[in-house]
């Protein structure tokens, strides 16, 4: 699911677990370019971060050590 700032849903897809590489697609059918995109550890692989960064958006994924991680 993809949602806006204040948590109201603009897409979403189902999928099988695991298929982490799904959310570009919804990226990508975004009317304009968000200034973030939060995700969870599943998302934090090196090419979705620069698909984010590509598009002009700021990654913010949940990772070991920073809040909300899993060492937090």
Same mark, same amino acid.
């Not at 990226?27 to 984010?52: C, M, N």
């Given at each position: 699911?993809?949602?806006? &700032?204040? &948590? #109201?849903?603009?897409?979403?897809?189902?999928? /099988? &677990?695991?298929? $982490?590489?799904? @959310? !570009? /697609?919804?990226?990508?059918?975004?009317?304009?370019? @968000?200034?973030?995109? !939060?995700?969870?550890?599943?998302?934090? +692989?090196?090419?979705? #971060?620069? $698909?984010?960064? *590509?598009?002009?958006?700021?990654?913010?994924?949940? #990772? /070991?050590?920073?809040?909300?991680?899993? *060492? +937090?």
């Amino acid at each position: 699911m993809i949602a806006d &700032g204040q &948590g #109201r849903a603009i897409a979403f897809r189902l999928a /099988p &677990g695991q298929a $982490h590489e799904l @959310p !570009v /697609p919804l990226l990508d059918q975004l009317p304009g370019v @968000p200034k973030w995109v !939060v995700g969870g550890r599943g998302y934090t +692989s090196h090419a979705f #971060r620069e $698909h984010i960064w *590509n598009m002009g958006a700021r990654p913010e994924m949940n #990772r /070991p050590g920073f809040p909300g991680g899993s *060492n +937090s």
